[in-house]
């Protein structure tokens, strides 16, 4: 049973019939893309993100060591893959609203199960299952909210779905020191009143239904194999996590360390990245809307290539800041770009829509992952040169662009 059917069996309503396509109101539109903004808050802005700032406060504790927490850390990004590689089949055996709702309640368990400093094998458990719930939503999140919106909506409703990755990231920098000064027990805590509260606001505001697929059997049959715009569309979005991980890992030590500015500093431009991460994905998705996902794709490679590159060229604090507020925005602003994409290069299909969706959040975790260690290494081995990785990230999302003008190119001639 694919998950598209276990939602429709689980979610209809009585006087709907399963496999509806009627348009949902705008105002259920807006309810359902609230839920998505709480959802990709809880599994992906807050389980992820908040970690970043309580790692001073878990090394200053002694609840951990300096290089366990990094190992911690890591769990949430393995814990994400595996969420991606799953959330298919847990949607097809609990549905997939069940699956969100399901994840939002075990991303605030996990919360409070971390407020305990049981042992090391308990806490990475839990950051795993973190993890784990932010690659589920992600995955599931946007597919059960999008097939009731209408076309012309569906930039700017999958860019309020994933703005709740933006409020996570400025959450970390502004909520957690706030919950620190009470204690770092006390910082979890509220970490999981506040998702707790998040869960309960949207339960009964997904959608009731997911609609049904009506694609022949056939024209599954056609479309088995992926074209190559699809297969070339996963890897650029696995190259653009790549571009990310600069940012997303080293732009506070950068600036901290690396130009002896101090934590404080750091810290400020970090806020900066998160503030850009809560407006990016409204912007792109207005933009996919207004220009055609194909176009806006392209023009956020290219825009995003110099944002990432500008700290090579300068890291006078107008660069800093402009690279830090455009990086930031593309986090999580390049999700409703890649997610409208597909909707075009497969207008027919919800299921292949949903399953081409998960192959690409599964990328993505892949670069992701990889890029994090290698990085990691590089900085290690290159005596901490940080402008190395710059360099790097930039790098891949120029091979993105070219991978997309190449693609271009090549359909235009054929």
Do not use: C
């Not at 795993?128 to 999140?141: D, E, K, R, W």
């Amino acid at each position: 049973m694919t998950e598209l059917n276990a939602d429709t069996k689980h979610h209809a309503r009585p006087h709907q019939r399963p496999g509806s396509n009627s348009q949902s109101t705008p105002q259920q539109t807006w309810r359902y893309a609230v839920a998505g903004l709480s959802a990709s808050l809880v599994g992906l802005g807050l389980a992820r993100f908040s970690y970043t700032p309580l790692i001073p406060a878990l090394i200053a504790a002694k609840w951990f060591s300096a290089s366990d927490v990094v190992y911690l850390g890591a769990a949430n990004l393995a814990g994400y893959l595996g969420g991606a590689l799953a959330a298919r089949a847990v949607a097809g055996r609990i549905g997939a609203v069940g699956a969100l709702r399901a994840m939002m309640l075990l991303a605030t368990l996990s919360f409070f199960a971390s407020s305990v400093p049981v042992s090391f094998t308990w806490f990475f458990a839990w950051r795993f299952l973190s993890g784990l719930t932010g690659g589920i939503i992600m995955v599931l999140a946007a597919s059960v909210v999008l097939p009731h919106t209408s076309p012309a909506r569906r930039g700017i409703v999958g860019g309020v779905i994933f703005a709740g990755v933006g409020l996570g990231v400025a959450a970390s920098g502004t909520l957690v020191p706030l919950l620190l000064q009470q204690g770092l027990q006390q910082s979890w805590y509220g970490l999981g009143v506040l998702s707790a509260l998040l869960t309960l606001a949207s339960w009964w505001n997904w959608p009731a239904e997911a609609k049904a697929d009506a694609t022949p059997v056939q024209h599954h049959a056609k479309h088995r194999h992926a074209s190559p715009a699809i297969r070339a569309l996963l890897i650029q979005y696995g190259l653009n996590a790549v571009a990310l991980v600069p940012h997303t890992v080293f732009i506070v030590d950068f600036v901290a360390r690396g130009l002896g500015q101090g934590i404080a500093a750091g810290s400020r431009y970090w806020v900066l990245y998160g503030l850009g991460a809560i407006v990016g994905p409204l912007v792109t998705g207005h933009l996919g809307d207004r220009s055609g996902f194909g176009p806006a794709l392209r023009a956020a490679f290219l825009i995003e290539a110099a944002a990432v590159l500008l700290p090579t060229v300068s890291t006078a604090p107008v660069s800093l800041i402009v690279s830090s507020i455009v990086v930031g925005g593309f986090t999580p602003g390049i999700v409703p770009l890649v997610l409208g994409r597909i909707h075009e290069l497969l207008p027919h299909s919800s299921e292949q829509q949903r399953a081409t969706w998960s192959h690409a959040t599964t990328s993505f975790a892949l670069f992701q992952a990889a890029a994090a260690y290698g990085f990691s290494w590089i900085y290690a081995n290159t005596g901490g040169d940080y402008l190395v990785l710059f360099a790097l990230g930039g790098g891949a999302v120029v091979v993105a662009l070219a991978i997309d003008l190449g693609l271009a190119l090549t359909t235009r001639k054929a």
